[in-house]
């Protein structure tokens, strides 16, 4: 506080100067306030408000057009879980969830370790695998529709092999048809998880992987002691993109089967859509997508507590 | 271990079948396209002579032309709004050493969570007592709020690495907040603008969901909208289905070719 410069003295013309710099530099940065408001403003009025007055209509009977509603307590909760429609998509969007991820992980990963070799056409290749990643999901969804109904490239291919006993009706199958989904989305989300891997494996130092030669390990042993252990930031980002990103799953859905046959591939995002926009349920439409939110909220954040523990470890 | 074996060309025979096989259902895209239903099967389901005239017919009947354009106005003009609010946003919050800027930032973060389907009703509603229900602004403004998270956080992930020096320079030397930000700040947070543009644009781009909702029987179609509408009204006719399916990926396979180098490196850097 002494040191302050005597403003009021004026004897030089520099030292107001002086003192206003002086005073900035110790005030340090001060980032305009208002520079915060247009994007927050947006994100509380189009996101988080409208998702909170979902969460509370949820409890309510209101169908989406009265001014009156009453309090009904969990009541939209109970028929959603008595509505044999809505707990096969609850199980559908969790079957695809699972086998989606630890599909495309897997894919993704083997094809990034393959690329991360010495190999010649590891460019073009490149490409080729990230190409389906740009296509727009729902023509991915109906390029795969197309090759998956009966008399579609799949089964003609089979026939053409002499393997005409394989044939199904992919689509129209309700046990097949998730699978048939989940081929799909691998499909086009492979080349996603492989970027990913591929910038994670950027990070292994090529010593410890000749040090692990020269001891003598194989090209598996290598891979699985040093390598995956080195890209477990990857492996965990890939996870929590395949399972949030699935969990949502409605596009190729949409695109291939609108749910069918019957409720056979019927996930949480697809039937909230119909709930509402179909059926015009709002209460119950409501109720699903607070079932869809918590279950999105809670399997992020176990991910995401997994992660750290496993971060602090190492 | 870095010499060219046989393992080494086992290993890429291997995946070249792969790539051939994720490849095939391109080949019956453009193959079905193609298609003339008078003409000679040939290799691979390919007809000769190549029928080219269905693009022609697709252009016009499912009315891509517009289409196109809406999606490219839409997302242009999303991604935009979303680098200018969320980089603003993000500066403030990651050099602000007030309490608040915390809590916004969380506040910001809870947006990661919900997924859309529970904001459905009340934001459908909301957006039709304004009148904005058949308009793009619904859908820009739904795209812009629903990415500020994600950039902001993206954005502030790099800001905290990135040296104050430059900034207090230009303070110092009285520099208003707005310019300095635009002429300092800004340009130093390119690598990030280009993450955040390219995987918004994509997103955006491809987007179904919110057109579906808020365009559909409006006259402003986006370009999956218009294949949706397409489809469901000429399902049975496949070679017209699929040279709109083609038509409507051409312009981001085009930007897909152009910005190769760009578009690994923003998804790469920008999740890692």
């Known amino acids: ?314 | 271990m870095n010499r060219y074996t046989w393992r080494s060309l086992i290993l890429e025979i291997s995946l070249i079948l792969a790539a051939v096989v994720f490849f095939i259902p391109f080949v019956i895209l453009a193959s079905v396209a193609l298609r003339d239903t008078n003409g000679e099967a040939g290799f691979l389901g390919f007809t000769w002579p190549l029928n080219f005239g269905n693009f022609g017919t697709a252009w016009t009947q499912a009315a891509m032309g517009p289409s196109i354009l809406n999606s490219l106005m839409i997302t242009s003009v999303s991604v935009v709004l979303i680098i200018a609010v969320s980089s603003t946003a993000a500066y403030t919050l990651t050099r602000s050493t007030q309490r608040w800027s915390k809590g916004v930032f969380y506040l910001l973060l809870v947006g990661f969570i919900f997924p859309g389907q529970l904001a459905l009703v009340p934001l459908y509603l909301a957006f039709a007592s304004l009148g904005l229900v058949g308009s793009p602004i619904a859908v820009i403004l739904i795209n812009v709020a629903g990415f500020v998270p994600f950039a902001v956080f993206l954005y502030s992930v790099f800001l905290r690495d990135l040296p104050k020096d430059y900034e207090e320079a230009a303070v110092i030397d009285g520099a208003r907040p707005l310019w300095m930000f635009k002429a300092v700040v800004f340009p130093l947070l390119r690598p990030v603008t280009g993450t955040v543009s390219i995987l918004t644009a994509l997103a955006i781009w491809n987007d179904f969901f919110t057109p579906l909702l808020y365009l559909s029987g409006s006259g402003t179609q986006t370009a999956p909208l218009s294949v949706y509408t397409f489809v469901s009204q000429y399902g049975a006719n496949w070679p017209l289905v699929f040279s709109t399916l083609i038509i409507s990926v051409i312009p981001i396979l085009i930007a897909y070719f152009l910005m190769q180098r760009f578009i690994m490196k923003g998804f790469a850097s920008g999740l890692k």
């Open chain 1, 1 to 314: 506080m002494t040191v302050t410069a005597p403003q009021t003295a004026g004897t030089s013309t520099r030292a107001p100067a002086q003192a206003a710099r002086r005073r900035r530099r110790a005030m340090g940065l001060r980032p305009p306030v208002w520079f915060v408001l247009p994007a927050v403003l947006l994100y509380v009025a189009v996101v988080f408000l409208p998702n909170i007055q979902g969460l509370l209509y949820s409890f309510t009977d209101w169908d989406g057009f009265g001014t009156t509603w009453n309090w009904v307590g969990v009541a939209n909760f109970g028929s959603v879980f008595a509505d044999p429609n809505s707990m096969r998509a609850i199980g559908n969007t969790f079957l695809l969830t699972l086998v989606v991820t630890l599909g495309q992980n897997i894919v993704g990963l083997l094809l990034a370790l393959g690329l991360n070799a010495r190999i010649k056409s590891k460019y073009i290749l490149r490409l080729v695998f990230f190409l389906p990643v740009v296509l727009t999901p729902i023509v991915a969804g109906y390029l795969w529709k197309y090759l998956l109904t009966p008399g579609g490239s799949l089964n003609s291919a089979l026939e053409g092999m002499g393997l005409g006993f394989l044939r199904q009706d992919w689509l129209g199958d309700p046990d097949l048809v998730i699978y048939a989904i989940c081929v799909a989305i691998i499909w086009q989300g492979a080349g996603y998880s492989m970027v990913i891997y591929l910038a994670g494996l950027q990070a292994v130092p090529a010593e410890a992987l000749e040090a692990a030669a020269i001891d003598g390990a194989g090209a598996i042993r290598r891979t699985i002691s040093i390598v995956i252990p080195l890209i477990n930031g990857s492996i965990v980002v890939n996870m929590l993109l395949s399972v949030i990103g699935n969990l949502k799953q409605f596009d190729t859905v949409f695109s291939m089967t609108e749910g069918g046959p019957g409720s056979a591939s019927e996930t949480m995002a697809t039937i909230v859509y119909k709930t509402a926009f179909t059926y015009l349920r709002y209460p119950n439409a409501l109720a699903q997508g607070v079932i869809l939110t918590v279950l999105v909220g809670v399997i992020a954040f176990v991910q995401f507590r997994l992660t750290q523990r496993k971060g602090a470890l190492a």
